[in-house]
């Protein structure tokens, strides 16, 4: 191999819009604005006593959605369009059924 990457036919087709800094940077940046979120909602709290956890890790769905985004919010292609709206219902359904079954169980 002459230091090619092999890529699959699925990143040619859809391929995303992140500079070279890839998804750990869109990761940094998600994470800096839920901190930043977090502690200008603290300090509306007003409350001396804030316990600030740290921000959730940004789940695979939502960085592969925004990294195949344009800054206006459309999407690259259709097709990444079509794939974002089934992982979207996908997941919403995974979150009803482990909400019905903690309420059962």
């Known amino acids: 191999m002459c230091g090619k990457r092999h890529r699959s036919s699925r990143s040619k087709t859809l391929p995303h819009v992140l500079s070279h800094g890839g998804y750990e940077y869109l990761e940094q ?14 300090a509306q709290s007003k409350s001396t006593e804030v316990v600030m956890d740290p921000p959730s890790p940004i789940r695979r769905h939502v960085k592969w959605k925004m990294a195949r985004a344009k800054k206006t919010g459309q999407m690259t292609f259709e097709a ?3 794939i974002a709206e089934k992982i979207v219902s996908h997941f919403q359904l995974i979150i009803v ?6 309420l059962i169980g």
């Not at 604005?33 to 200008?40: A, C």
């Not at 059924?97 to 903690?102: D, M, V």
């Open 97 to 102: 059924i482990i909400y019905f079954y903690s």
């Open 80 to 82: 990444a369009k079509e």
């Open 29 to 42: 940046k998600l994470m800096a604005e839920n901190t930043k979120k977090k502690l200008k909602e603290a």
